[in-house]
């Protein structure tokens, strides 16, 4: 024990021992090391475990002039409205780090984070993937974030955040394209216009900004696929997707197929 000294054989004594003779500090979580987690994006050895600290060291040691701001919202729609309009205004977007809703507690609380802060976990050792992708992590932890809380009786939800970027730029190129674009491509795709014919309409079609703006056969690629997933996972057949059928020249007739019998 660091406070009196005393040798214990187990954790669990040590424990035991902390709560019983010192539960003033134990109450006050003096024995809890918290893991500093979250990095300054500006320095190399500044962390601290919790935002607000990482916030102040922000203002303090680097001149900036960071607020964090409160929020309140009758209900959740309202919150998602809002939080759609924060990341639009500002090229962002905030994504859950974690979410509580423990059936004792009165909020259920989610927080985010600025989908830029982290680190870039590489799977295996493909760095020919991570080249041609780029990863959108920084590498450290921007100040934005959002911490909402629901109250689970009154629905009623109140909000704290930064809403503004710290150690990054905000490229267009790391958000997600707006719903509207993507259902335009998902009825285009389904109503069988081919992928060149639909880059060209998007660009007559849309004003295009930001993310939208940046949309290529990549983008139009990864909605086909997630489209046929779903359409799939309904059960649903699209028939207006055009495919080419190769058959055996032995056979006679064409067979009738149905959607699940295709192959990706
Ligand atoms: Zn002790
Ligand atoms: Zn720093
Ligand atoms: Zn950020």
Same mark, same amino acid.
């Given at each position: 024990?660091?406070?009196?000294?005393?040798?214990?054989?187990?954790?669990?004594?040590?424990?035991?021992?902390?709560?019983r003779?010192?539960?003033?500090?134990?109450?006050?979580?003096?024995?809890?090391?918290?893991?500093?987690?979250?990095?300054?994006?500006?320095?190399?050895?500044?962390?601290?475990?919790?935002?607000?600290?990482?916030?102040?060291?922000?203002n303090?040691?680097? =001149?900036?002039n960071? *607020?964090?701001?409160? &929020?309140?919202?009758?209900? /959740?729609?309202?919150?998602?409205?809002?939080? !759609?309009?924060?990341?639009?205004r500002?090229?962002?977007?905030?994504?859950?780090?974690?979410a509580?809703?423990?059936?004792?507690?009165?909020?259920?609380?989610?927080?985010?984070?600025c989908?830029?802060?982290?680190?870039?976990?590489?799977?295996?050792?493909?760095?020919r993937?991570?080249?041609?992708k780029?990863?959108?992590?920084?590498?450290?932890?921007?100040s934005?974030?959002?911490?909402?809380?629901?109250?689970?009786?009154?629905?009623?939800?109140t909000?704290?955040?930064?809403?503004?970027?710290?150690?990054?730029?905000?490229?267009?190129?790391?958000?997600?394209?707006?719903?509207?674009?993507?259902?335009?491509?998902?009825?285009?795709?389904?109503? =069988?216009?081919?992928? *060149?014919?639909?880059? &060209?309409?998007?660009?007559? /079609?849309?004003?295009?900004?930001?993310?939208? !703006?940046?949309?290529?056969?990549?983008d139009?690629?990864?909605?086909?696929?997630?489209?046929?997933?779903e359409?799939?996972a309904?059960?649903?057949?699209?028939?207006?997707?055009?495919?080419?059928?190769?058959?055996?020249?032995?056979?006679?007739?064409?067979?009738?197929?149905?959607?699940?019998?295709?192959?990706?």
């Open positions: 024990c660091d406070i009196c000294n005393v040798g214990f054989s187990t954790t669990q004594s040590l424990w035991r021992h902390r709560r003779k010192h539960w003033k500090e134990h109450k006050a979580g003096m024995f809890y090391t918290k893991q500093k987690n979250l990095v300054c994006l500006l320095c190399d050895d500044f962390k601290c475990s919790v935002q607000a600290e990482l916030i102040d060291h922000y303090s040691a680097h =001149g900036k960071l *607020d964090v701001k409160c &929020e309140a919202f009758e209900k /959740e729609d309202k919150f998602i409205e809002w939080k !759609a309009d924060l990341e639009k500002t090229s962002s977007l905030f994504i859950i780090k974690t509580r809703k423990g059936t004792h507690l009165q909020n259920e609380v989610k927080y985010y984070s989908n830029r802060s982290g680190y870039f976990k590489r799977s295996g050792n493909n760095l993937s991570l080249k041609k780029g990863s959108c992590k920084v590498s450290g932890h921007c934005a974030y959002i911490t909402m809380k629901r109250n689970k009786h009154t629905g009623y939800v909000v704290d955040y930064c809403g503004e970027h710290v150690g990054h730029d905000l490229d267009p190129k790391y958000l997600k394209l707006s719903p509207d674009i993507r259902n335009y491509v998902a009825s285009a795709l389904s109503s =069988g216009v081919n992928i *060149d014919k639909l880059l &060209e309409n998007l660009k007559e /079609e849309f004003s295009m900004v930001g993310r939208d !703006a940046l949309i290529s056969r990549r139009i690629l990864n909605i086909r696929s997630k489209f046929i997933t359409s799939v309904r059960g649903s057949m699209i028939e207006a997707f055009l495919v080419t059928y190769y058959k055996l020249y032995t056979m006679s007739d064409v067979p009738k197929f149905r959607f699940a019998e295709f192959i990706r």
